[in-house]
């Protein structure tokens, strides 16, 4: 059996997954939604209840499993169906999530049991609470605290002033009593509605493959992955900068059925070269409809931060471009566009961790030895903590538990997390002592039992990229939904991440070409005059001016903020900071980090006022 829940509009989406036992009922009574949707476990009692858009649920059962698809995955129900039949243990699910292409969770209930599990690239997250006695899951951990009734953990949120926030502290949600899974790791909940457990289901490949032999495996997922977004036809609009990420996947969108719309924002940086190559990548995509937006119409860094009421569940850096993000949304939807394709990701599997000569440098010292030297060139490594940093032999847990008591120093050069285990955090100088102490303290006990997202520090780095800019896309994804384009990243689907990282390391990261791996797989696809840019713009010019320009709507934000009234921030230090907008300091992104919780929290206040 099949089961299809009508169109609902736009606006907030969400499900979440209950047991089959009675206490489980009166949950379901306090989900609401203006669409609010149910499908049902086999005794008649809610199993999955949530807000979603027609076609991103596929739900089939046969005898006593219930299997459902949530998101983007062209799967087709009688498969599903035929795979529910055969399913007799619920790791069963893993196999099956590995062999479907798209960005979805996967929930099955097997008899009185549940298993629930998201995306390996973090994209699409699982949180689960105990509410009235009972295990609940959801894709939103907003959800469940309201649910539960949970109240705001302070130091979660302070920890979220870190820059960068360290894994795994990032997994925690900022209410208690609402926890995350992992990325690559499933929920279980046992029969009795209340005991749940996670573990893992995804592994990352071993990087064993030359670039020469996994070059056709990486264009085929890709290819599976646009193709499972343009297959249904209409109209789709794609990201176009011109760079190897966008026109690779618009080239793929134009072989498909659906007519597409490039869409392309030129930069105000007079080096930026992008609306060159996206017009070079235009003019060999004749049937392609190219969008080019006027400059001046593109929101700066910094634009709307006090109006955005987006209720998220996590504070992200997100926040920084949310009016960029959403400004190009109705014109494409007046184009007739039903899903926008972006090329967000590519920079994270294309390309790879510096950090791996680290590992093979006792490898193969002689080739980690000359390309270390081309980094070294490209980046003006100094010498000194280059050394240090190929030299550092600590286990993660002791890299987490030393950046615990250095979070107040001064930044250490780039190579250090470039070679390192990641950039190590930084609490800034207007975070109240209490606030620092605090979470310092979270840092030491999280490192007593943390453990890499790899054993190595390049493999524990990509991934810790992916997962990084997967939260800050999810959210972005919801605005863009909300405002009535849903957004997909078919660089961030498992299968293609998979088919990149099984590429060993130096054929994927080198100081003499740029992402190599990219280029070979499209290679004969994309034309070979986009794919010899080497360059990539920045949005330094438009960040410098959006701070001048938005710095008075700063300064009212630090005039009321939440942040100090909780006693994590000293306002009149950010008040002196950001009514300077040419201090040095502010060319980087030091203010994201304490901006997108301050900006949380407000419109989380905002949406609670009567």
């Known amino acids: 059996m099949v089961d299809h829940s009508d169109e609902p509009g736009h606006g907030e989406t969400f499900f979440a997954v209950l047991p089959d036992r009675e206490a489980a009922l009166a949950v379901a009574r306090r989900l609401d939604a203006p669409t609010l949707r149910t499908v049902p476990h086999s005794s008649g009692r809610p199993w999955l209840v949530g807000s979603w858009a027609d076609g991103e649920v596929t739900a089939v059962h046969a005898g006593d499993v219930r299997l459902a698809v949530v998101g983007q995955c062209a799967v087709d129900p009688d498969r599903l169906t035929r795979r529910a039949a055969r399913l007799t243990r619920l790791s069963d699910l893993s196999r099956l999530a590995r062999s479907l292409p798209g960005s979805f969770h996967l929930v099955a209930a097997l008899g009185d049991r549940l298993r629930v599990q998201g995306s390996a690239s973090g994209l699409r997250l699982v949180f689960h609470a105990r509410v009235d006695g009972v295990t609940v899951a959801a894709d939103r951990a907003d959800v469940l605290a309201e649910l539960a009734g949970a109240d705001l953990d302070e130091t979660r949120l302070a920890a979220r002033l870190l820059w960068p926030v360290p894994h795994p502290v990032g997994v925690a949600p900022v209410w208690r009593g609402v926890h995350g899974v992992e990325p690559g790791h499933h ?6 509605g ?24 990486i264009r085929a997922a890709l290819a599976d992955a646009v193709d499972a977004r343009t297959r249904g036809g209409g109209t789709v609009s794609c990201d176009l900068s011109g760079g190897l990420d966008s026109t690779s996947v618009c080239v793929l969108a134009a072989r498909g059925p659906a007519h597409v719309v490039a869409s392309t924002w030129p930069g105000l940086d007079p080096a930026d070269d992008d609306l060159e190559w996206a017009r070079r990548a235009a003019a060999h995509l004749p049937g392609v409809e190219h969008a080019v937006w006027p400059v001046e119409r593109s929101p700066l860094v910094y634009a709307g931060l006090p109006d955005i009421d987006d209720v998220l569940d996590e504070p992200t850096i997100g926040v920084m471009d949310h009016a960029r993000v959403l400004s190009h949304v109705p014109a494409l ?15 994270h599997v294309a390309w790879c961790s510096e950090a791996h000569y680290h590992r093979l440098l006792r490898r193969r010292p002689l080739l980690a030895a000359q390309r270390l030297r081309g980094f070294r060139a490209l980046f003006t490594w100094p010498p000194g903590p280059m050394a240090a940093a190929l030299a550092d032999t600590r286990p993660y847990g002791r890299w987490l538990a030393d950046a615990a008591a250095d979070l107040r120093r001064p930044e250490p050069p780039p190579v250090t997390g470039a070679l390192g285990w990641g950039t190590p ?17 979270l840092l030491r006990r999280t490192a007593a039992t943390a453990r890499p997202l790899a054993p190595d520090r390049g493999a524990h780095a990509d991934l810790e990229a992916i997962h990084t800019t997967t939260r800050i896309v999810r959210q972005w ?3 863009c ?17 998979e088919a990149f990282l099984a590429v060993r390391p130096e054929d994927r990261v080198t100081p003499w070409s740029y992402k190599p791996s990219l280029v ?21 010019t438009d960040a410098v001016r959006g701070l001048r320009r938005h710095a008075a709507e700063l300064d009212a934000l630090w005039e009321t903020s939440r942040l100090a009234r909780l006693g994590l921030v000293d306002a009149d230090r950010l008040r002196a900071l950001t009514g300077r907008p040419d201090d040095p300091r502010l060319r980087g992104p030091i203010l994201y ?10 419109a989380r206040s905002r949406v609670k006022e009567p």
Do not use: Y
Not at 195 to 216: E, M, N, S
Not at 427 to 438: K, N
Not at 524 to 540: E, F, I, M, N
């Open 425 to 441: 955090p930084r609490l800034f100088e207007w975070v109240t002592p209490d606030a620092a102490r605090a979470v310092a303290g």
């Open 187 to 192: 929920l279980t909940v046992d029969a009795d």
């Open 520 to 540: 070979a797989a499209m290679r004969g696809v994309v034309p070979d005059a986009c794919l010899a840019r080497t360059s990539k713009a920045t949005a330094a």
């Open 194 to 217: 209340r005991t749940a457990r996670t573990g893992r289901w995804w592994a990352p490949p071993r990087p064993d493959r030359p670039l020469a032999d996994a070059a056709d495996d």
């Open 481 to 497: 939904a909300r405002a009535g384009l849903p957004a997909a990243h078919p660089f961030f689907d498992d299968r293609v991440i």
């Open 333 to 347: 939807v007046d184009r007739g566009s039903r899903l926008h394709l972006t090329g967000i990701g590519g920079d």
């Open 593 to 602: 980090s304490t901006l997108a919780c301050e900006v949380w929290l407000r």
């Open 477 to 479: 994804d919801r605005a």
